[in-house]
T-cell receptor, first 112, second 115 residues
Framework: DGGITQSPKYLFRKEGQNVTLSCEQN?????MYWYRQDPGQGLRLIYY???????QKGDIAEGYSVSREKKESFPLTVTSAQKNPTAFYLC???????????FGPGTRLTVT | GNSVTQMEGPVTLSEEAFLTINCTYT??????LFWYVQYPGEGLQLLLK?????DKGSNKGFEATYRKETTSFHLEKGSVQVSDSAVYFC??????????????FGKGTKLSVKP
């Protein structure tokens, strides 16, 4: 079955630690996205990538980093510089130039 | 800039009631419009879409019509079920953003349907 997987579903970290969230897709999509979801805030775009080895900052990129070494994978690192990292993180993908995005199940990160 | 405004929730309905969730937008050009649904603890799923004025998107009994004159894309369903309980997001294509493919989302409207 084609789709997007995110792991783990729940992640707990201590303040000051970097943490990497996984996102893999087997839909052969060119573009991939990372969003952050907070209660009452909707979805906010962190980073996006249209092709391998290239990515752009979204609206709230500070404190985050990404890589896109393979078409299928777009990991997100939440660094210790991110002031409020506790949130629900969603990864999505789409065909090049398409606005129809497909979402993974999300990772809930809790930092204490 | 482009933006999406949804009615605030939560919305609580009884089973078989009529549903309307309002969505209005501000955009330059002619964006595509989308409704996504998020069930508890899950990611978002595309519910329906419309790509030009007067188009009607429909899926699973839900409908929304792209109204350019009122810049609206209201979601409707004639008879809701308990299984429709979820958060609904309106979104538009960001034609003049950083890159093609980006969406701008509303804040979401939580729907609870009681038996």
């Amino acid at each position: 079955d084609g789709g997007i997987t995110q792991s783990p579903k729940y992640l707990f970290r201590k303040e000051g630690q970097n943490v990497t969230l996984s996102c893999e897709q087997n839909l052969n999509h060119d573009a991939m996205y990372w969003y952050r979801q907070d209660p009452g805030q909707g979805l906010r775009l962190i980073y996006y990538s249209q092709i391998v080895n290239d990515f752009q900052k979204g609206d709230i990129a500070e404190g985050y980093s990404v890589s896109r070494e393979k078409k299928e994978s777009f990991p997100l690192t939440v660094t210790s510089a991110q002031k409020n990292p506790t949130a629900f993180y969603l990864c999505a993908s789409s065909l090049a130039g398409s606005y129809e995005q497909y979402f993974g199940p999300g990772t809930r990160l809790t930092v204490t | 800039g482009n933006s999406v405004t949804q009615m605030e929730g939560p919305v609580t309905l009884s089973e078989e009631a009529f549903l309307t969730i309002n969505c209005t937008y501000t955009a330059t050009g002619y964006p595509s419009l989308f409704w996504y649904v998020q069930y508890p603890g899950e990611g978002l799923q595309l519910l329906l879409k419309a790509t030009k004025a007067d188009d009607k998107g429909s899926n699973k009994g839900f409908e929304a019509t792209y109204r350019k004159e009122t810049t609206s894309f209201h979601l409707e369903k004639g008879s809701v079920q308990v299984s429709d309980s979820a958060v609904y997001f309106c979104a538009l294509s960001d034609l003049y953003g950083g890159s093609q493919g980006n969406l701008i989302f509303g804040k979401g409207t939580k729907l609870s349907v009681k038996p």
